[in-house]
């Protein structure tokens, strides 16, 4: 099976860095490209106005610092990538921008930065599992 646009979810864990990895050895081998996506999580409906947009800038600013290490390897292994960064809750963006760009795999680590380290799967990963119409390899 060959790939052409691998969505890899990134928060900063560990377990995230092992998906790129693993993403951009698919990439390299098959020529695909690769979505970074950094879902911030939903925003409260409490915040309003000027608080809402304050809290929604500084999150894309920490979403697009995280990104930052992700996208220097890429640019340096000359993996062609995009970044997307969206608000909304992680299981459900993940699998709505698998669909909205196309993607034909999902690559991820199994737990992200705030799940309990006795589980085999975070939250995320197992709601993406449910969700996503597309194969997931899961990064461990």
């Known amino acids: 099976m060959e790939f052409k646009k691998i969505l890899v979810p990134v928060d900063g864990s560990t377990h995230s860095q092992l998906a790129k990895r693993k993403a951009m050895g698919m990439a390299t081998a098959m020529g695909a490209e690769i979505i970074l996506l950094f879902a911030m999580g939903k925003i409260p409906n409490l915040i309003g106005g000027l608080a809402r947009e ?36 992680p299981g459900d963006t993940i699998c709505a921008v698998a669909e909205r760009e196309k993607c ?37």
Do not use: C, N, Q, W
């Not at 894309?60 to 992700?70: A, I, N, T």
């Not at 799940?115 to 899961?138: A, Q, Y």
């Open 54 to 89: 304050e809290l929604l800038s500084e999150l894309v600013r920490e979403g697009k610092s995280l990104l930052e290490p992700y996208r220097k390897v890429l640019e340096d292994k000359g993996v062609k990538y995009s970044e997307i960064i969206e608000a909304g809750e």
């Open 104 to 140: 034909d795999l999902i690559v991820m680590g199994s737990r992200g930065l705030s799940d309990f380290e006795g589980m085999v799967l975070g939250s995320v990963t197992h709601r993406v599992l449910h969700l996503s119409k597309l194969p997931v390899l899961i990064a461990r």
